[in-house]
């Protein structure tokens, strides 16, 4: 069974990450999902079968799905978990807010503290997140601590305390972990360096650390500590690869819209997102048709003022890709040319040219199916049908000089190829080249067949030949007793005339309809299927009976000899000797006799 949701939007599915949502016919969003690749994904749900009863009664509730692309996996983690969270969809594990993703935080105080925690403070501390994987969050905290020690514990630094001799070096001070600015043995200036060069590696401003990090290399390598040099080369490596930038980095960035803007001739289309603390919460995609010459400012403000009505939200920025005259002087907006809200709107686009392609394939297939719908209409005028022929069979023999009779079949669906259900037939119940026996004895198995699975018969038989063929093929139909439940014509090969049952005069059919076109296609295909068939079933044979008209060799042995030497050819150039290494000696020698004498009279 066809998924119309599915067909509806598969052609148009991208290869990139993104989250996807399934709606019912209530347009409630029933499950949202992600995905490394967005087309493998959502193809899973609609192109298996599901063991899993749930997942099952999901699919037959999808009438609709939408997607929204995003730039990585973890991106793709992070939007899924907002619109669980936004949705409560009947069919995804409940997500509860006590686990949200975990940030850096580098706190506000004395001495900073840099450690991993999964609550935002409003306390002046900055904050570098959401980030997807604690694991990955821990590996960078790590190797921060290496990098510059720093302090973990959590006490009151202050000038005072420290002056009045309060605290006392620990363990981790002893282990090279921290520089022990409790005891002042660590100035606030160099541990105010640690920190610089920290904010550096986690905003992605990788430059003055790596810098650092050769040099210590180079002088490490310099002074013979190679195993030292190899710990900042692997830190280096470490650095290269990790990507600190997310799509949104920076919780900072809220309260945010933006709006993407894209146009052609006929249409406008502009992608929404609403973005809070760092992560995208809301998104929407409108189309505009344009009536007369607006212009872009005009068409994206209309769309500004249609989403919002729609959505509501408190934001004071709106990031566009250009100027337009907004009436709200307490909105800020803002056109990005570098940095984080450049990739908001960067990503933004993305999904408004992903939105354009799926609505252009929408309108194709539309357009496509209109046009099936009138060849489909003029075929059941032309030929005279009680209905849509939708499902047309069409059968043709092929005996080329007598030998190796077979017969094809190929089915149209829709005006079009369906190569799934081609089928083939070697002719079983006749004796020598006898056409029309031959289609009486394929037609009917073809159709005895259906009746007996129970499956739906075509709308149209379509045989390739004249006046003969037809009737014997009606013969067929007789025999089942399903013989005016299905129309059946004749096409004949010369004039390209069509024939009907019980009519001696051929049907006219305008040579430039598009009926004609379609029957001729069909006539051809099922030709060219048969001729296929015949050629390989009559060079099969001729291998086969080359060497088994050797008197004492058999299909076993023929065998045998065709898959060791692939071919004939091959065989006749054999020695005994070599011959004997596949089958026995006697057998050998005939296949050598056999082959040197012919070579003799040749």
Known sequence: ???????????????????????????????????????????????????????????????????????????????ENTLIKKFQPRYNVNLKDDKSYPYICIKNERFPRVFL??????????YLGPLTSVKRVRYLLNFLRKMYPLRTCNFNLSKKNIENEKFKTCLEYHLGNCKAPCTN?????????????????????????????????????????????????????????????????????????????????KNAYV???????????????VEITKKLDESKEVLLQLAITNILKAITNNATEFIIPFTINYPDENIKLTIPKIGDKKKLLDLATKNAVYYKKQKDSQKSEKKASQKTFEILSQIKSDFRLTELPSHIECFDNSNLQG?????????????????????????????????????????????????????????????????GQLSAAVKALKELEIYGQIAIIGIAKQLE???????????????????????????????????????????????????????????????????????????????????????????????????NKKRELD
């Open 1 to 79: 069974m066809v998924h119309n949701a599915y067909q509806a939007i598969k052609q148009t599915l991208p290869t990139e990450a993104g989250v996807y949502r399934y709606y019912n016919t209530k347009n409630e969003v029933i499950y949202v999902g992600k995905a490394k690749n967005l087309k493998k994904r959502v193809a899973s749900y609609f192109t298996k079968k599901h063991d899993n009863y749930k997942t099952s009664v999901l699919v037959k509730q999808i009438v609709k799905i939408e997607y929204t692309v995003v730039e990585t996996e973890q991106d793709a983690l992070l939007l």
């Open 117 to 126: 925690t999964r609550k935002l403070v409003k306390d002046g501390s900055e």
């Open 185 to 265: 043995l660590q100035t606030e200036e160099d541990y105010a360096a640690s920190i610089k060069q920290i904010k550096h590696i986690l905003n992605g401003n990788y430059a003055p650390v790596k810098k650092i990090l050769k040099a210590k290399m180079e002088i490490a390598a310099k002074n013979l500590e190679f195993e030292q040099a190899a710990y900042y080369k692997g830190r280096l490596e470490l650095l290269n690869n990790y990507q600190s930038k997310n799509t949104v980095v920076n919780p900072k960035i809220h309260n945010v819209n933006v709006f993407a803007f894209i146009q052609d001739d």
């Open 271 to 285: 992608s929404f997102f609403n973005v809070a603390n760092g992560s995208i919460i809301q998104v929407k995609l």
């Open 403 to 467: 030998t190796n009779p077979v017969a094809s079949m190929v089915v149209f669906r829709d005006a079009k190829p369906y190569k799934k259900d081609y089928r083939h037939y070697k002719i079983k119940t006749v004796e020598g080249p006898d056409d029309f026996a031959s289609m009486t004895e394929v037609v009917g198995r073809r159709y005895k067949r259906l009746l007996d699975e129970g499956l739906s018969l075509p709308q149209l038989i379509v045989i390739d030949g004249g006046k």
């Open 497 to 595: 005339e069509i024939f009907v049952p019980g009519d001696s005069v051929p049907l006219y059919i305008d040579k430039n309809s598009y009926s004609l076109r379609v029957i001729q296609q069909l006539r051809n295909e099922a030709h060219r299927f048969a001729i296929t068939f015949h050629r390989k079933l009559r060079s099969k044979n001729t291998f086969k009976s080359e060497l088994e008209q050797i008197n004492g060799i058999g299909k076993t042995t023929a065998h045998k000899l065709l898959s060791h030497f692939k071919s004939i050819e091959v065989i006749k150039q054999k020695s005994i000797t070599e011959l004997h290494l596949i089958i026995d000696l006697k057998k050998a020698k005939a296949v050598y006799n056999y082959f």
